[in-house]
């Protein structure tokens, strides 16, 4: 009688991770595009989404920073990024990927300013850039 055949180890998938991430121009102004690269080390879902930096003020007693009211009016100046509504989901392949982005995300126009992009990929991992929407 021969030995029972052993099934080989399982292998758990390896997460999806981001490596070398960069957004061609940094600064985004009308009627030009910017382009997102980054390489991905398996096949999975990217999460696009999108925070705007606006000032606040400094909250009394603590290190944070709020939305600036009557109230803390005299408190010193500081900045903090506030989400925004929608995201963007992209299916991304193992090894390089791109993506092309506007001055209009999630069906709306982004004003100027400075805005925080977070990719999240599904696996968990998660990188953030910063860059510049202009005026003109």
């Known amino acids: 009688m021969s030995p029972p055949a052993q099934s080989p180890p399982t292998v758990p ?3 999806a991770r981001f490596i070398n991430v960069r957004l061609e121009p940094a600064t985004i102004r009308p009627r030009t595009r910017a382009r997102l690269r980054f390489l991905l080390t398996s096949e999975t879902r990217v999460q696009l989404k999108l925070d705007r930096q606006v000032l606040g003020r400094v909250k009394r007693g603590s290190r944070g920073c709020e939305q600036r009211t009557r109230r803390n009016a005299r408190n010193p100046p500081c ?3 506030l989400p925004l509504p929608g995201r ?3 299916a991304g ?4 990927n791109q993506v092309t982005l506007t001055r209009r995300f999630a069906g709306r126009v982004l004003k100027a300013g400075v805005y925080r992009l977070t990719l999240r990929a599904a696996s968990g991992d998660l990188t953030q850039l910063v860059f510049k929407v202009l005026r003109r």
């Open 13 to 15: 998938p390896r997460s």
């Open 79 to 81: 900045s903090y990024f």
């Open 93 to 96: 392949r193992a090894g390089s």
């Open 88 to 90: 963007r989901l992209v």
